[in-house]
């Protein structure tokens, strides 16, 4: 039997503990990272959702933002949710002027983009390699306003991609770890093994 894949979960501030408990679920050994040293002997990493102001701020007061760059920049896998979706992404729109992201996934991202108003909804999407639905929750939720060409939409709400995939890197712009349904977790983690399969 292979060992579990061993995952570590960003929790410098933010929604950590339910994506821990999903890991665990499907068999993965998922610690948290909060230093540089927790990163050593992670096969990959989950960037929940929360501000991505404070953790971008967190991420520089820790001494986590370069090392994890480099891991990034190596092709370490990433799963970022909603803020952690931001702090993937290439460009941020309405972000604060000091807040930086990896840049590992092409995109252009509107923090708050569903309008103030609409602080959060949910919605059941169609999801690309799923048979049912998936129920979305949307905190908040950063909106993308452009995709590289290099990047596969998964699934999309009114025509906004909500979902995306490029190489290694996932991200939503919801918070899948706030149901019960593992489907997506799963798929990250699958995405081990293709990666496996083809080197
Ligand atoms: N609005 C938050 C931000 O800009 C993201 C919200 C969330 O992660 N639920 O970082």
């Known amino acids: 039997m292979q060992p579990a894949l061993r995952i570590g979960v960003l929790a410098l501030q933010g929604a950590t503990a339910a994506h821990t408990e999903a890991l665990s679920r499907l068999g993965a050994d998922a610690v948290t990272v909060k230093l540089p040293s ?30 994890l760059a480099t891991r990034l920049a190596a092709g370490m896998p990433a799963f970022g949710t909603c803020a952690g979706m931001i702090l993937l992404a290439t ?28 602080d959060s909804f949910e919605a059941d999407l169609a999801v690309r390699g799923l048979e049912a639905p998936f129920h979305a929750v949307f905190i908040r939720a950063p909106g993308v306003e452009s995709a590289g060409p290099g990047v596969e939409v998964l699934a999309e709400v009114d025509g906004r991609p909500v ?27 699958d995405s081990f093994d293709r990666r496996e399969v083809s080197t």
């Open 38 to 67: 927790d990163l050593e002997g992670i096969d990959g990493l989950v960037l929940p959702g929360g501000e991505s102001t404070t953790i971008s701020f967190l991420l520089d007061s820790s001494g986590l933002r370069e090392p």
């Open 91 to 118: 460009d941020v729109l309405d972000g604060r002027p000091d807040q930086q992201s990896f840049g590992v996934i092409d995109l252009a991202v509107r923090r708050n983009a569903f309008g103030r108003q609409l």
């Open 163 to 189: 979902l995306c995939r490029q190489g290694a890197i996932m991200v939503s712009a919801f918070h899948p770890e706030l149901t019960d349904d593992l489907r997506l977790h799963e798929m990250f983690l």
